[in-house]
Structure formats: structure tokens, C-alpha cells
T-cell receptor, first 109, second 112 residues
Framework: GIQVEQSPPDLILQEGANSTLRCNFSDSVNNLQWFHQNPWGQLINLFYIPSGTKQNGRLSATTVATERYSLLYISSSQTTDSGVYFCAVEETSGSRLTFGEGTQLTVNP | KAGVTQTPRYLIKTRGQQVTLSCSPISGHRSVSWYQQTPGQGLQFLFEYFSETQRNKGNFPGRFSGRQFSNSRSEMNVSTLELGDSALYLC???????????FGSGTRLTVV
């Protein structure tokens, strides 16, 4: 099956700093999503981005499907950005997501 | 528009018992899928249902089963619970291919 690798596994920032999270995947995909898992366990959808670039406030994401990677940018980080960020892809065969191991982000005040 | 609703939020069961978890998808979403999250294995796909038919199944033992009703609500059942089944179980719904998935808040199952 498809492999999804996220880096870095852990990231510690000071409030106000910028960061880039990376997701590499091993095969063509129909769908790529970035999620933030809140302290209660819910996966909050940040971006649905199988290709191209999107922005939502301080967050933006870029997926280069031909090179099989995606980047999540967080600018001017806040303590509320802390948590685990997951990249998940849906293979072309469809109907299931494969998740990466996640990036644990800690933003200190 | 209401989100994906999972019940119950928390559950404690004894080894050997069985458990049923429920998921109500976003209105109009016909695809419901289930995932298990554990510290050791991360997020793993269990199965996916579309219009009451299981379309895809992950690599889990037969003790894990599910079904979907005509109103798209789904249940998953785990029989003969083992300690290793302790996990966060997440349900997701989707309008279909190319629409992305929306997750519920999860059911945290503890097996003692």
C-alpha cells in the first residue's frame, strides 16, 4: 500500500515563529488532507488539497502531486496551534485514507 | 449543518465483552468510514460503507465488524474484546470521491 511520511516528528516553537511541515507520499493520490488533532481527539480538517496551493488565515498548504509531497505552512504561530498535525492521502483506488505518523507541534508562550 | 456525531464519547468494557459504537454522518453524506487510533499503531483504517455496502476493509480480525443503515448511520461492533482494542475510534463521512472526509469527535474505548 501507499506510504506516507511526515517530518519533522516533533517541533517546538516560540509564539510568533513560522513553521513548515512536510508530507511525502509514495504513489499517486486522489485526495490529500491536512488535519489538526485537538486535545479531545477530534481530527479537524485544515485543507483538502490534492494539488495546488490554498490559504486559510495564518495557514497555507501546497501540494505538488507530480513530485508526491505536500507542505503545510503555519505563520505567526500561537499557543492554540499546539497539537498533532496529520497528513492523510486517499489512493486512486479510493474510499480509504492512509495517515502519516503526524507532527507533534508545541508552541510556547 | 450538523457535523459527524459519534456515540458514546467514552466507554469502559471488560475483556471478553462486546461493544457497539454508533456514527451519524453529515446529512447527505452516503460514505461512512471507521478508523482506530492507538499510540503504537497510529491511525488505521477499519472499513468503509457506501449505501449500506461495505466497499473497503482494512487489515483487522473478524472480531471487528460494521454495518450501515438506509439513513446512512453506521455502527461498528467489536466482539470478544481484548486489552489491545483500547483505542480512540474515529468515524468519518464523505459526499464521495474528491470531496474529502469530515471526522467525528471519536469514541474512546478502554478495555480492562
Amino acid at each position: 500500500g501507499i506510504q506516507v511520511e511526515q517530518s519533522p516528528p516533533d517541533l517546538i516553537l516560540q509564539e510568533g515563529a513560522n513553521s513548515t511541515l512536510r508530507c511525502n507520499f509514495s504513489d499517486s493520490v486522489n485526495n490529500l488532507q491536512w488535519f489538526h488533532q485537538n486535545p479531545w481527539g477530534q481530527l479537524i480538517n485544515l485543507f483538502y488539497i490534492p494539488s495546488g496551493t490554498k490559504q486559510n488565515g495564518r495557514l497555507s498548504a501546497t501540494t505538488v502531486a507530480t513530485e508526491r509531497y505536500s507542505l503545510l505552512y503555519i505563520s505567526s504561530s500561537q499557543t492554540t496551534d499546539s497539537g498533532v498535525y496529520f497528513c492523510a492521502v486517499e489512493e486512486t483506488s479510493g474510499s480509504r485514507l492512509t495517515f502519516g505518523e503526524g507532527t507533534q507541534l508545541t508552541v510556547n508562550p | 449543518k450538523a457535523g459527524v456525531t459519534q456515540t458514546p464519547r467514552y466507554l469502559i468494557k471488560t475483556r471478553g465483552q462486546q461493544v457497539t459504537l454508533s456514527c451519524s454522518p453529515i446529512s447527505g453524506h452516503r460514505s461512512v468510514s471507521w478508523y482506530q487510533q492507538t499510540p503504537g499503531q497510529g491511525l488505521q483504517f477499519l472499513f468503509e460503507y457506501f449505501s449500506e455496502t461495505q466497499r473497503n476493509k482494512g487489515n483487522f480480525p473478524g472480531r471487528f465488524s460494521g454495518r450501515q443503515f438506509s439513513n446512512s448511520r453506521s455502527e461498528m461492533n467489536v466482539s470478544t474484546l481484548e486489552l489491545g482494542d483500547s483505542a480512540l475510534y474515529l468515524c468519518a463521512s464523505s459526499q464521495g470521491q474528491f470531496w474529502g472526509y469530515t471526522f467525528g469527535s471519536g469514541t474512546r474505548l478502554t478495555v480492562v
